[in-house]
């Protein structure tokens, strides 16, 4: 069993920053895939970053690319997403989520399948 406890999340302008960080429980935390999800009101939820168990592997949407860096510290087992140069098309609700499928494999998914484990979330807005 793994739980996920997101943290970091606010109100910042557009082409602020914001760390998110996923803190999680659980001796197997280190071998799982996890991932980063947002979703807006009244919309689906979407996938935003994934990194695999080493962190030598990552993905991301592209909406994100070049502006958001997925990161992990398996000694602390904490997941992060550092977000730059954020648009108020990037407020939601950020879901860090823990793919157990994948574990000691450099395969990282980006739909919710395969992730067993989810965090309560963490509102982000950027006001524009």
């Known amino acids: 069993q793994v739980q996920l406890v997101e943290s970091g999340g606010g109100l910042v302008p557009a082409g602020g920053s914001l760390r998110l960080s996923c803190a999680a429980s659980?001796?197997?935390?280190?071998?799982?895939?996890m991932g980063w999800f947002r979703q807006a009101p009244g919309k689906e939820r979407e996938f935003v970053a994934a990194?695999?168990?080493?962190?030598?592997?990552?993905y991301y949407v592209d909406s994100v690319k070049g502006r958001f860096t997925i990161s992990r510290d398996n000694a602390k087992k904490t997941v992060y997403l550092q977000m730059n140069s954020l648009k108020p098309e990037d407020t939601a609700v950020y879901y860090c989520?823990?793919?157990?499928?994948?574990?000691?494999?450099?395969?990282?998914?980006?739909?919710?399948?395969?992730?067993?484990?989810w965090g309560q979330g963490t509102q982000v807005t950027v006001s524009s």
């Open positions: 989520a823990a793919d157990p499928s994948q574990a000691y494999t450099s395969v990282v998914r980006s739909t919710t399948r395969g992730y067993a484990y």
């Open positions: 659980g001796r197997t935390f280190s071998s799982y895939a």
């Open positions: 990194i695999n168990w080493s962190g030598l592997s990552t």
